[in-house]
Nanobody, 123 residues
């Protein structure tokens, strides 16, 4: 069982930046697709960005050019740098891990979920 611990959420004004962090309880970066999903109340969880052991990095169209996913293998930490935040980016953000390569941003392949970190964007 792998636990994913997120941090870095908070409240920011539109146009601002936040960086989310996720630290797995074990070393999984070489064999898992790890990434971020977000969810609004009453809505489905949607994929935001992910990265796998060979460097595939799918992004949702809505965040391309604004968000950057990265990982620091030495610190065993996954990051999501979010710039140019918009009101529609406000959501609960979840760290997630799926075994294998990142082929899609589908929640159906996720094996492990974090508990989430809230991002609020005020206009």
């Amino acid at each position: 069982q792998v636990q994913l611990a997120e941090s870095g959420g908070g409240s920011v004004q539109a146009g601002g930046s936040l960086r989310l962090s996720c630290t797995p309880s074990g070393y999984i970066f070489s064999t898992y697709c790890v990434g971020w999903f977000r969810q609004l109340p009453g809505k489905a969880r949607e994929g935001v960005a992910a990265v796998d052991g060979v460097g595939n990095t799918p992004y949702a169209d809505s965040v391309k050019g604004r968000f950057t996913i990265s990982k620091d293998n030495r610190k065993n930490t996954l990051y999501l740098q979010m710039n140019g935040l918009k009101a529609e980016d406000a959501a609960m953000y979840y760290c997630a891990a799926s075994y294998g390569y990142c082929r899609t941003l589908s929640s159906s392949t996720v094996k492990y979920w974090g508990r989430g970190t809230q991002v609020t964007v005020s206009s």
